[in-house]
T-cell receptor, first 119, second 101 residues
Framework: QIALKESGPTLVSPTQTLTVTCTFS??????????VAWIRQPPGKALEWLAL???????RYSPSLKGRLTITKDTSKNQVVLTMTNMDPVDTGTYYC???????????WGQGTLITVSS | VLTQSPATLSLSPGERAILSCRAS??????LAWYQQKPGQAPRLLIS???NRATGISARFSGSGPGTDFTLTISGLEPEDFAVYYC?????FGQGTKLEMK
C-alpha cells in the first residue's frame, strides 16, 4: 500500500532556505502518470498547494510562490525534495506531501511536518 | 478559484449536510472533496465530482459538473464533524467547517 512521510527541520530562521523531504513507498515515480505534490497549511487556515513533480520530471509551482520553490525527485531513493528560499514567519505551518493519482487527485497523504519560522 | 460556502455549518447528528463549492470557471467533473479532522492529514472522499473513494461511506455523495458542486452527507454521525475542502487541479477551496450544534 502507498505511504508517504515528510521529514525536515522543525524550526527555520527568517531568510533561511527550507528543505523538506518526502519519502514514499508503494509506488514508483518512474511509472507513467505518477506524481507527488507538496501542500501546506498555516495554523487554523486552509490548504495551499505548493508544487508537484511528475514521473517524467515535469514540475508545476504555485504562481504566488514560484520564484522561491524548487521540487526535485530521486527515483532510486523514492524521495521528493522541496526547497523554499527566503523563509518568513508567514510560511509557518504544516507541510504535507501527497500522492497524485492518475486522474489528478491526492489519494494518499503523509502525516505532515510542522515548520515554524522564527528567530 | 474555488469558493466554498458556508464557512461554518452547525448541525445535529442525524441531520443532512449540504456543502457547496463554486468554481470561477467550468472544471467539468474535475473536482474532489476531502475531509480533515483536527491534527490529521486530509482524506480523499470524492473524486471526479461524484465518485466515492475506496472505503468511504455511502452517506457521502457529490454532485456537479460545471461550476457548482455539492457534497451531501446524509444522517450525520459524530465522526463526520470536521473541515471539508474541495479541490480542482492545483487549487483548494478555503474550507467549510461542519460543527456539531
Amino acid at each position: 500500500q502507498i505511504a508517504l512521510k515528510e521529514s525536515g527541520p522543525t524550526l527555520v530562521s527568517p531568510t533561511q532556505t527550507l528543505t523538506v523531504t518526502c519519502t514514499f513507498s508503494g509506488f514508483s515515480l518512474s511509472t507513467a502518470g505518477e506524481g507527488v505534490a507538496w501542500i501546506r497549511q498555516p495554523p487554523g487556515k486552509a490548504l495551499e498547494w505548493l508544487a508537484l513533480v511528475y514521473w517524467n520530471n515535469d514540475s508545476r509551482y504555485s504562481p504566488s510562490l514560484k520564484g522561491r520553490l524548487t521540487i526535485t525527485k530521486d527515483t532510486s531513493k523514492n524521495q521528493v525534495v522541496l526547497t523554499m528560499t527566503n523563509m518568513d514567519p508567514v510560511d509557518t505551518g504544516t507541510y504535507y506531501c501527497a500522492h497524485r493519482e492518475q486522474l489528478g487527485y491526492f489519494d494518499h497523504w503523509g502525516q505532515g511536518t510542522l515548520i515554524t519560522v522564527s528567530s | 478559484v474555488l469558493t466554498q460556502s458556508p464557512a461554518t455549518l452547525s448541525l445535529s447528528p442525524g441531520e443532512r449536510a449540504i456543502l457547496s463549492c463554486r468554481a470561477s470557471q467550468s472544471v467539468g467533473t474535475f473536482l474532489a472533496w476531502y475531509q480533515q479532522k483536527p491534527g490529521q492529514a486530509p482524506r480523499l472522499l470524492i473524486s471526479d465530482a461524484s465518485n466515492r473513494a475506496t472505503g468511504i461511506s455511502a452517506r457521502f455523495s457529490g454532485s456537479g459538473p460545471g461550476t457548482d458542486f455539492t457534497l451531501t452527507i446524509s444522517g450525520l454521525e459524530p465522526e463526520d464533524f470536521a473541515v471539508y475542502y474541495c479541490q480542482s487541479g492545483y487549487t483548494f477551496g478555503q474550507g467549510t467547517k461542519l460543527e456539531m450544534k
